[in-house]
Each structure stands twice: as C-alpha cells, then as structure tokens.
C-alpha cells in the first residue's frame, strides 16, 4: 500500500536475539497486513566476517559488515536494532540516535544505572519516542489481559505476589562462560532474566518501592568458551542466582504488597519457565510463561469461587489480522513479533512506544536496588 512508511533496518549483534529480531522482520507481513509501515533488514553487523557473511546469507540483507559505525552512520538506515552484549548498549544507542536513527533496544537498557540515568540526560525526548525495548513478555495475549484485568481492579487491593524466571542452562559446571556470566560484558541473571520478571510486573501497575536481594554463583570457574583443554577454567563474576524479597504498590491499593522475585540459571530440570501469580482482597492471577495460551483468574466474588483457566491464544486486536486463527495455541516467537509490530506502528504514528526508552531507564533503576541490596546484604529503596 503506497500509504505506508517503509523503514531500511540495520541489525547490529546476530548471535540469538539477533536472529529472533530479524526472523520477526521478516515474519512481520503474516500476521500484520495493515501495519502502517513495511520494513527491509538491509544491513546486519557482528564480530567476525564470518558470522557477518551468514547473517546477510540468511537475512538477504544488502550489506554485512563487522563495524557498527557503518550502520550507526548509513544515512539510509531509518531503525537500528541493538542485540549486542549488554556492556555495548550505551554507546550504539548514543550513535544511533545521535544520527537521528529510532532504536529497538533488546533488554536491559545498558549494563549499569549510571548509563541508562546518563542517555537519559542527553537524549530525554528520543528515549521516549524513538526508542523501542524489547520486552516481549508484556505481548502475549495472556499477559495482556492480566493487565487489564489489573487496570480494571479485578483483584481488589493486592496483597501479595510471586514470580520466577527459571533457566537450567548453567546447572552443568563444564558449561563454557558465555557473555551473559560475564560482568564485564553485562552479564549475571539480574541483568538476562530478572529485567524481564520486574518489567512484566511493572506493565500489571506494580511500582516497586522496596527490595532485599541476595545473590550466588554456583560454581567458582568454568572453562572458556571454544576450550579444547578440560582443565582449563576461568572464574566467574557474574550471578546465575538471584532471589528478591519486594514491597510494590498496585493501582488502587493503599497498602504496600509484599513479595518475592527468583531468576535462576541453574534450576535443574527447568527449560524458559517465567510464572507470576498475584493475590488481591477480591480474586487472583496465575501465568505459566510455558502454557502461554491460558491465563487463570480466581473471582473471589463469583457465587461459586474457582479458578477460571481463560483460553486467551492469539487473540491480538487491530492491526494484528487474525493469522493463524485466535483460537490456535501461541509460542513463544509470536511474543516477540507482536512486540515489534507495536513499537513499528507507534513508530509510524509519531508516538511513543510502549515499552520504550523511559520503562528501560526504571527497570535498570530497579535492578540497580537489587544489586546495591546484594552486595551490601541490606533493604535498598526505590
């Protein structure tokens, strides 16, 4: 359609997210046929000119290229996807809307608080309307009636809650130090599983006020990626284990909720399970991240209390046009085309996305309180 904005897209960083954003590019046009913009992945950036090579191969991106200036400063390139270590963040966003580029920022924001707090002092107004994140959780059609659920005050005054985001891909002590167990490229749990655990329950209204944390590494070294010597080890300095004791205030509650929040890399027999549940004075809410096609909803005020498991699929409204069918079961990578797609239209429309630069700046606000608790085995508040 003539009437559609088209936007040429550079990639920079294609190891998995990488990969998981430009499959959602290409994805986009099923299940979106009245999206005011098309886009194109022209240009894909990585580390080595081998892996750029198979990116463009895989993408049909015009150019590959290991220098992420030359996206950053492609008068062509209109958006700008970040999907590199965490430590990287700060600096290809200041380059990418430094040249007047729109950003969409995998999570978190930046590796450190003072980052994030320093984008924000340079770049206010582009952090809120230039500037997509990717949290795709909020996305599933489960989670966003879990929200209007909370908006609506469905549950009363919140008295309690508790989430988890639970990996095991770090139980094996022969596992390599990959990136996201390294602190100097941003790595650690806090950063990789518990952002998304703090932001899904910043879209249901909570406002976190107060946290007590604790941390632990489970085991002291492990061997460096692409070893070949099984002696050979290296320490380890980021947290596969984080366990967050929270005060939060809902919309409509004049009571702080007390809670819990655990992401683990290292919980055995667990495959990508992020689960919440939040009980109120009038009903209640559960969400298994692995059963996504379901929310369960308790009305404490039905004539007969149960629990209800409400079927929510793929039942995404306008422009979303209905593909495969509302009713078929949902995965994973649905999530994240839907975020997309949302963050592109408010693009399209001169608004701001939602979640956009500012939600990154508060979550790295409040996993900055986690760590800070951590470290100094004390209540942080917010």
Request: aromatic content about 8%; overall charge neutral.
């Amino acid at each position: 359609m003539s009437h559609r904005k088209n936007l040429n897209v550079g990639i920079i960083g294609f190891g998995f997210i990488g990969k998981v954003h430009a499959w959602s590019h290409q994805n986009l046009p099923w299940y979106y046929t009245d999206l005011p913009v098309t886009t194109r992945v022209t240009h894909v950036c990585t580390s080595r000119p081998e892996t750029a090579a198979a990116a463009q191969a895989l993408t049909g991106a015009d150019r590959a290229t290991t220098t992420a200036k030359e996206i950053l400063e492609d008068p062509d390139i209109d958006l700008v996807h970040i999907c590199t270590p965490n430590i990287l963040h700060e600096v290809d966003i200041r380059g990418a809307l430094g040249n007047g580029k729109r950003v969409y920022c995998d999570k978190p924001l930046t590796a450190s608080l003072s980052g994030a707090e320093a984008l924000l002092k340079d770049f206010p107004t582009e952090l809120e309307r230039k500037l997509g994140m990717t949290f795709q959780w909020r996305y599933f059609p489960s989670t966003m009636r879990a929200a209007e659920l909370m908006r609506t005050g469905a549950l009363g005054r919140i008295l309690s809650f508790r989430a988890s985001y639970l990996h095991a891909g770090s139980a094996d002590p022969n596992a390599p130090l990959k990136w996201k167990l390294s602190a100097g490229s941003g790595g650690g749990v806090i950063a990789d599983l518990s952002s998304h655990v703090f932001d899904l329950l910043s879209s249901l209204g909570a406002k976190f006020t107060r946290v007590q944390a604790q941390t632990n590494i489970a085991f002291e070294t492990r061997p460096p990626l692409g070893a070949t010597n099984p002696s050979d080890r290296v320490p380890v300095d980021a947290e596969d284990y984080v366990a967050a004791l929270c005060e939060a205030r809902f919309p409509g509650s004049d009571i702080q909720a007390v809670g819990t929040i655990e992401a683990s890399k290292i919980a055995t027999g667990t495959e990508d399970e992020l689960t919440f549940e939040i009980h109120g004075t009038r009903g209640a809410l559960r969400f298994d991240g692995m059963a996504p096609h379901y929310l369960e909803y308790y009305d404490a005020d039905a004539a007969t209390p149960g629990w209800n498991r409400m079927g929510t699929g793929q039942r995404y409204g306008q422009p979303a046009n209905g593909f495969p069918t509302p009713k078929a079961s949902i995965g994973w990578m649905r999530s994240h085309i839907a975020c997309l797609a949302d963050c592109l239209a408010a693009f399209a429309q001169e608004k701001a996305p939602v979640p956009n630069g500012l939600h990154g700046v508060q979550n790295m606000r409040v996993l900055e309180a986690v760590k800070r608790s951590s470290a100094g085995s004390t209540a942080v508040a917010l």
